[in-house]
């Protein structure tokens, strides 16, 4: 739980008994690496914050292909928002790619907890914010982007990702193939 009180710090200051009051909202989970945290048509019931591991947020085709919407490492927060905030069924699938660990936090947990500690409701929205304006660069990014200039923001932005995460899912990412990942990954050793 200290990470979590060092991961609220970096937006708000809590004190030692609204951070008590705040620790009780969230519960811990070990995720095994393949495991599912959602999967398409479960209920959307949890928001996670990225303690340690890597995620990948993607939706299936009618066709059975993988989208890959976003990657998550520690101290992302990830969800099926839409799901989550209107209280629906999952349209995405999230999985973990290596042994993790997450704090999840109910929709009705989030609320009470921002009723409670108004700055807790400061806190999440600049979180969403934040998510928001980088769910927008990507897609601006692969709406006029090449393939060189999307490798090479997405190894600005994550090179700690662009070690640890697969070849074939940074391509999927990317939106290229993993022949053209290649050349690019070679072009900028």
Known sequence: MDKLRKHIEEIITVSDEEFAHIKTFFT??????????IQEGDQANFEYLIMSGIFRMFYLDSEGKEHIVQFAGE??????????????????????????????????????????????????RVKLTKGYVAQQRRIISLLAGNPQQRYEEFGKLYPHLMQKIPKKYIAEYLGVSRETLSRLYSANK
Not at 100 to 122: F, I, N, P
């Open 28 to 37: 811990l989970k070990k995720v095994k690496k393949h495991q599912y945290l």
């Open 75 to 124: 101290n992302w927060w990830m969800a099926d928002y839409q799901a989550y905030f209107n209280e629906k069924k999952a349209d995405l699938y999230i999985t973990c790619m290596e042994d993790a660990e997450v704090l999840y936090l109910t929709l009705q947990g989030r609320e009470k907890l921002s009723a409670d500690l108004h700055k807790m409701e400061h806190f999440f």
